[in-house]
């Protein structure tokens, strides 16, 4: 038995969790680097029964899923995986399971988003680091308005966040009530209203066909010109060419955001370049406590999956 653990950016999935279970059982294969071209990926995962995969870091579509005849379980973290396809899967008889998962690190670090943007953190650093010393006025979010676009488990928090620094809170999305706004502390608006009096826009969407380019360039030319804004959610759900234009025409002031088109992100993107974006590499879940919980689920689940296929053969 053969298992591949796929895409350990930081090269800890050993540490996260006891694997001494499995490896007495299966031969584990820990893949550190990113292979999305898919001959490519199919020639890496042939000779394994199990694939871990983290989150969506590397899709599995039916054209992958085809091509390999000895898979029998892909052990996914999170509580669903949108990059796999499971109706492909379930065709080739190949189970699929998945692990828990909280949103505490994304919560947290959309505001670490919000708080090195307003306060300009990463430019003031590197001027220290660079030999300077104070380059930039900070903005104060008490009294300035946060726009949620979204108040499901994460946007709700954040947004209650907001109050705690005396922010005015703002909410929309398709299908959001007035109640479920004011639960959260928050009034409903307009989407275009939400937009215009934003001095923080975050989002807080799963991405969908009813979400994806959701936030085009018609949305971002209604922001103030001393507006962020943030995405910590999905990079499709923002226009990417549409942001890029509004960056480089500083029509807003900013962006800071943890997700993209593609990822990892290009080395020649605009983004690692722009002077007006903050720019993180899909981090916002990347915690040592949900690390944890994945790596010891998805033990759990090889394990569970071994004890059943073990005893039927």
Request: glycine share 8%; proline share 4%; net charge neutral.
């Amino acid at each position: 038995m053969k298992i591949a653990i796929l895409d350990d950016y930081q090269n800890v999935a050993l540490e996260m969790a006891d694997w001494s279970a499995l490896s007495k059982r299966a031969e584990i294969t820990v893949f550190s680097d990113h292979v999305s071209e898919p001959s490519a990926l199919v020639e890496r995962l042939l000779p394994f029964d199990v694939v871990c995969a983290m989150r969506e870091r590397t899709p599995l579509p039916r054209n992958v899923i085809e091509r390999l005849p000895n898979l029998k379980l892909i052990a996914s973290t999170g509580g669903v995986n949108a990059s796999i396809d499971v109706v492909a899967a379930g065709d080739h008889g190949i189970a699929v399971v998945h692990t828990g998962y909280r949103s505490d690190p994304t919560i947290e670090f959309t505001w670490a988003l919000i708080l090195a943007s307003a306060r300009h953190v990463v430019a003031e650093s590197n001027s220290v680091r660079s030999g300077g010393w104070q380059q930039t006025v900070g903005t104060d979010l008490r009294g300035k308005t946060l726009s949620v676009l979204g108040l499901g488990n994460v946007g709700s928090q954040v947004a209650r966040i907001g109050t705690a620094f005396g922010m005015k809170l703002i909410a929309w999305s398709q299908n959001m009530t007035s109640e479920a706004a004011k639960a959260a502390g928050a009034i409903l608006v307009s989407k275009d209203v939400l937009f215009e009096r934003a001095d923080i826009l975050t989002i807080h969407l799963v991405l969908s066909g009813r979400t994806r380019g959701l936030v085009g360039a018609a949305e971002l030319e209604r922001m103030k010109p001393t507006a962020w804004l943030i995405n910590a959610s999905r990079g499709p759900i923002v226009e990417e060419q549409a942001l890029i234009s509004v960056l480089k025409a500083k029509q807003i002031a900013g962006a800071a955001i943890d997700v993209f088109d593609v990822e990892p992100l290009p080395p020649n993107h605009p983004f690692r370049t722009l002077d007006n974006i903050l720019a993180t590499p899909h981090i916002g879940y990347v915690s040592q406590g949900l690390y944890k919980t994945f790596y010891e689920d998805t033990v759990s689940n090889i394990r569970k999956w071994l004890d059943t296929h073990q005893a039927v053969s």
